[in-house]
């Protein structure tokens, strides 16, 4: 009977995996901290003899190489990966005997990469499990655009024909266990939920698998958002072949070396939960939760390469962090700490710190500037109208877009905020770390800058005007009820708004989100009382909301006749 055991890495968003029979096991995709792969396989009392790469993997250093070192494994990596070592190369449809009637068959999925390869795991001939890389996730694929730019396109659609393979030669019972897709940034969109599938929940679910492949690909490529910038050292650090790990404890520090390495200009990293640093820090230190994604936005925004202090609250936190930040490839902290602020600060110096507050307490502010961290694509989902927007990621080198007075910095949640406001403490900004859901906002009474399509009908009840900026063929297959039409193709071209709608509030809306948003900025520029429609006409009409059709737009033709201002 085979096993197969899942090796988190939360932190990250991946899995491993050590799958075999009574005496011997196949390691997929793993880490690089080897070690907790061998204690998997010392309690299930097999010996690994072979390790197994779905692809060079371009978010986290690879523990492969070491890992069939130091077990006399033989290292399958797909054939057409070039890398800088020796393995046993593997092609489509090779098999792989792993013990009595356990065999590993090798199937190539290109998309997340060009040489992406799936293993089916077979016990007696029949499929019971594949291992899916970067290729079939939970509801959705790996992201097909952290090669290279001009082979995306041709990846998206390799994508699509890889699901497509897997659906046609699996049955359904297949358990499905990719490697991306639990919070990493490698995943192209958002899990269908669970942490569980099959082939046949896929066919189901999986947005590769449902749609056409025009309409895939083409939201696949709309959805793809940031890059983490250590990417761009991953895959050569895994082609080259990752060196060995060192977790043992760094160099201590004292408070007098942690001032000079932070007057050098080096990074001094406070690993502690995010209210204990703003209660009280090292001025000019920084704080990346270790609770958090700390390896993913420490080595995002960390220069590649400058050196790294840590300061723990206990050896625990500091050995875990370690741990962590080998897998994205931070080897070893030019130094550390435990203990707290005061063990931390020099003689005659007292610790910083800075306010945090709540988005209720936000609204009752007045004068300051609002910080928004998120990504664009959760900006795009609903933001607070006339705050500054600069992702977490992108905030060190653009400080200087930042207007003086108390800055109030926010996430989705409280972390990246938390970094956020670290950030701009270390720099000499007043800041405000705002603690709190960003559903809180909107509660708080906070005006948004896109409202859902319930808000737009209860503004225009109100006496807002709903403008329509999408084009007349689309406004006559069917729009809102007493909606007016003003192509954004209109607006960008410097005509007005219909006369109904001049000095009144606007509710723009189009049909996904995107040119109202485009709209509502234009608007907003000429003075206009904007705000515009989540989702567009794809929302309203799921929500339920009446829809009318018809073909005349006279007002529209009107104003453009009579050259109505």
Same mark, same amino acid.
């Given at each position: 009977?085979?096993?197969?055991?899942?090796?988190?890495?939360?932190?990250?968003?991946?899995?491993?995996?050590?799958?075999?029979?009574?005496?011997?096991?196949?390691?997929?995709?793993?880490?690089?901290?080897?070690?907790?792969?061998?204690?998997?396989?010392?309690?299930?009392?097999?010996?690994?003899?072979?390790?197994? +790469?779905?692809?060079?993997?371009?978010?986290?250093?690879?523990?492969?190489?070491?890992?069939?070192?130091?077990?006399?494994?033989?290292?399958?990596?797909?054939?057409?990966?070039?890398?800088?070592?020796?393995?046993?190369?593997?092609?489509?449809?090779?098999?792989?005997?792993?013990?009595?009637?356990?065999?590993?068959?090798?199937?190539?999925?290109?998309?997340?990469?060009?040489?992406?390869?799936?293993?089916?795991?077979?016990?007696? %001939?029949?499929?019971?499990?594949?291992?899916?890389?970067?290729?079939?996730?939970?509801?959705?694929?790996?992201?097909?655009?952290?090669?290279?730019?001009?082979?995306?396109?041709?990846?998206?659609?390799?994508?699509?024909?890889?699901?497509?393979?897997?659906?046609?030669?699996?049955?359904?019972?297949?358990?499905?266990?990719?490697?991306?897709?639990?919070?990493?940034?490698?995943?192209? %969109?958002?899990?269908?939920?669970?942490?569980?599938?099959?082939?046949?929940?896929?066919?189901?679910?999986?947005?590769?698998?449902?749609?056409?492949?025009?309409?895939?690909?083409?939201?696949?490529?709309?959805?793809?958002?940031?890059?983490?910038?250590?990417?761009?050292?991953?895959?050569?650090?895994?082609?080259?072949?990752?060196?060995?790990?060192?977790?043992?404890?760094?160099?201590?520090?004292?408070?007098?070396?942690?001032?000079?390495?932070?007057?050098?200009?080096?990074?001094?990293?406070?690993?502690?939960?995010?209210?204990?640093?703003?209660?009280?820090?090292?001025?000019?230190?920084?704080?990346?939760?270790?609770?958090?994604?700390?390896?993913?936005?420490?080595?995002?925004?960390?220069?590649?390469?400058?050196?790294?202090?840590?300061?723990?609250?206990?050896?625990?936190?500091?050995?875990?962090?370690?741990?962590?930040?080998?897998?994205?490839?931070?080897?070893?902290?030019?130094?550390?700490?435990?203990?707290?602020?005061?063990?931390?600060?020099?003689?005659?110096?007292?610790?910083?710190?800075?306010?945090?507050?709540?988005?209720?307490?936000?609204?009752?502010?007045?004068?300051?500037?609002?910080?928004?961290?998120?990504?664009?694509?959760?900006?795009?989902?609903?933001?607070?109208?006339?705050?500054?927007?600069?992702?977490?990621?992108?905030?060190?080198?653009?400080?200087?877009?930042?207007?003086?007075?108390?800055?109030?910095?926010?996430?989705?949640? %409280?972390?990246?905020?938390?970094?956020?406001?670290?950030?701009?403490?270390?720099? %000499?900004?007043?800041?405000?770390?705002?603690?709190?859901?960003?559903?809180?906002?909107?509660?708080?009474?906070?005006?948004?800058?896109?409202?859902?399509?319930?808000?737009?009908?209860?503004?225009?009840?109100?006496?807002?005007?709903?403008?329509?900026?999408? +084009?007349?063929?689309?406004?006559?297959?069917?729009?809102?009820?007493?909606?007016?039409?003003?192509?954004?193709?209109?607006?960008?071209?410097?005509?007005?708004?219909?006369?109904?709608?001049?000095?009144?509030?606007?509710?723009?809306?189009?049909?996904?989100?995107?040119?109202?948003?485009?709209?509502?900025?234009?608007?907003?520029?000429?003075?206009?009382?904007?705000?515009?429609?989540?989702?567009?006409?794809?929302?309203?009409?799921?929500?339920?909301?009446?829809?009318?059709?018809?073909?005349?737009?006279?007002?529209?033709?009107?104003?453009?006749?009579?050259?109505?201002?």
């Amino acid at each position: 009977m085979y096993f197969v055991d899942t090796i988190e890495v939360p932190g990250l968003g991946n899995r491993g995996y050590l799958a075999g029979g009574a005496h011997s096991a196949v390691v997929v995709d793993p880490p690089r901290d080897i070690d907790r792969v061998i204690t998997a396989a010392a309690r299930r009392g097999v010996r690994i003899t072979h390790v197994v +790469e779905t692809h060079v993997h371009n978010d986290y250093v690879t523990g492969g190489l070491e890992l069939a070192r130091l077990t006399g494994a033989a290292y399958l990596v797909p054939a057409a990966a070039r890398v800088a070592y020796a393995r046993v190369p593997v092609a489509d449809g090779d098999r792989t005997h792993i013990e009595d009637d356990l065999v590993l068959r090798a199937l190539a999925t290109p998309g997340h990469t060009p040489h992406h390869t799936s293993y089916v795991l077979e016990e007696a %001939g029949r499929a019971v499990a594949v291992f899916t890389g970067g290729s079939l996730l939970i509801g959705t694929v790996g992201r097909p655009d952290l090669v290279e730019p001009g082979l995306t396109g041709g990846l998206a659609r390799a994508q699509y024909d890889s699901a497509h393979r897997l659906a046609a030669e699996l049955p359904d019972e297949t358990r499905v266990l990719p490697t991306h897709g639990f919070g990493s940034f490698c995943s192209a %969109g958002e899990s269908a939920g669970g942490t569980a599938t099959t082939i046949g929940r896929e066919r189901q679910v999986n947005d590769a698998l449902v749609k056409d492949v025009d309409t895939f690909v083409a939201e696949l490529l709309a959805a793809l958002d940031d890059v983490p910038a250590y990417y761009a050292h991953m895959g050569p650090a895994n082609t080259q072949g990752p060196a060995p790990v060192d977790l043992t404890p760094p160099r201590p520090a004292d408070p007098e070396e942690i001032a000079a390495r932070l007057a050098a200009g080096e990074w001094v990293v406070d690993l502690r939960h995010r209210v204990a640093f703003a209660e009280g820090h090292v001025a000019g230190s920084v704080n990346f939760e270790a609770e958090g994604q700390l390896a993913t936005y420490l080595a995002w925004l960390l220069p590649w390469g400058k050196p790294v202090t840590l300061l723990a609250e206990s050896p625990a936190q500091l050995a875990d962090a370690q741990r962590e930040l080998v897998r994205v490839g931070i080897d070893r902290p030019a130094a550390a700490a435990t203990g707290s602020p005061a063990d931390w600060v020099r003689p005659g110096e007292s610790p910083r710190s800075f306010p945090r507050g709540t988005f209720a307490d936000l609204a009752a502010q007045d004068g300051v500037i609002t910080l928004d961290v998120r990504r664009d694509s959760e900006r795009q989902a609903g933001h607070i109208k006339s705050s500054l927007h600069i992702p977490v990621h992108e905030l060190r080198g653009r400080l200087s877009e930042i207007p003086d007075g108390t800055v109030w910095v926010h996430c989705a949640g %409280g972390m990246r905020a938390g970094i956020a406001a670290s950030l701009l403490d270390a720099a %000499g900004r007043a800041v405000v770390a705002v603690d709190d859901s960003f559903d809180s906002a909107r509660a708080a009474g906070l005006p948004m800058a896109r409202v859902t399509p319930a808000e737009a009908r209860e503004r225009a009840d109100a006496g807002a005007v709903l403008v329509d900026v999408r +084009e007349a063929p689309e406004w006559a297959e069917g729009h809102a009820p007493g909606a007016v039409l003003a192509p954004l193709s209109a607006l960008t071209a410097g005509e007005p708004l219909p006369e109904s709608a001049r000095s009144r509030p606007v509710v723009a809306i189009c049909r996904s989100g995107k040119r109202s948003r485009e709209a509502a900025a234009l608007l907003s520029a000429r003075g206009a009382e904007v705000v515009d429609v989540v989702g567009g006409m794809r929302a309203w009409t799921e929500a339920g909301l009446p829809v009318v059709a018809e073909s005349g737009f006279p007002e529209v033709a009107e104003s453009r006749a009579s050259g109505a201002e």
